[in-house]
T-cell receptor, first 111, second 110 residues
């Protein structure tokens, strides 16, 4: 059974700081990995999708890396802004596109 | 361009009642999913469907029933609601690469 751990559970940073969110998973037999953002009381917004054959993916100030063999992914956020405050979820994808989620990292960016 | 709609968005029901949560996609993607989100557990897969009339259990299927007679719809039924089924329920659709999530249904069982 896939287990996903996200570290740290919560992070508070001043505006403008670069930061890294970590995700580890126990079963390396994944097809892809998605990073999501969730605002309080809202649904999930997909940020980045990395296929199992890729090492990293970039979108704007976000960069996600994947080391499938070691069961790790990181989400790098450059020049953080207060609008980045949210919970970030990591979800490796297995057979039949089933996602397994970590409990998330709650990010607060202070003005 | 709603993509995925869920109804109702909020529901309060009593223990023992039957409740059906609806999920509709405006595309025609094959795979659809139901997840529940609870504090301390994160999101967990309840059931999924690979196509119309093809469904399978996820991690936490007990107490739930699904059906999929049309590609666009994937209803989730709680046959006899229990307090432990108080949760936020998310429907999701597998796109060409990413999985997309609906806005969620907040269900309270009293």
């Amino acid at each position: 059974k896939q287990e996903v751990t996200q570290i740290p559970a919560a992070l508070s940073v001043p505006e403008g700081e670069n930061l890294v969110l970590n995700c580890s998973f126990t079963d390396s037999a994944i097809y892809n990995l998605q990073w999501f953002r969730q605002d309080p009381g809202k649904g999930l917004t997909s940020l980045l999708l990395i296929q199992s054959s890729q090492r990293e993916q970039t979108s704007g100030r976000l960069n996600a890396s994947l080391d499938k063999s070691s069961g790790r992914s990181t989400l790098y956020i450059a020049a953080s802004q207060p609008g980045d405050s949210a919970t970030y979820l990591c979800a490796p994808g297995g057979s039949n596109y089933k996602l397994t989620f970590g409990k998330g990292t709650l990010l607060t960016v202070n003005p | 361009d709603a993509g995925i709609t869920q109804s109702p968005r909020y529901k309060i029901t009593e223990t023992g009642r039957q409740v059906t949560l609806m999920c509709h996609q405006t595309w025609s993607h094959s795979y659809m999913f139901w997840y529940r989100q609870d504090l301390g557990h994160g999101l967990r897969l309840i059931y999924y469907s690979a196509a119309a009339d093809i469904t399978d259990k996820g991690e936490v299927p007990d107490g739930y029933v699904v059906s999929r007679s049309k590609t666009e719809n994937f209803p989730l039924t709680l046959e006899s609601a229990t307090r432990s089924q108080t949760s936020v329920y998310f429907c999701a659709v597998q796109g060409m690469g990413e999985q997309y999530f609906g806005p969620g249904t907040r269900l309270t069982v009293t």
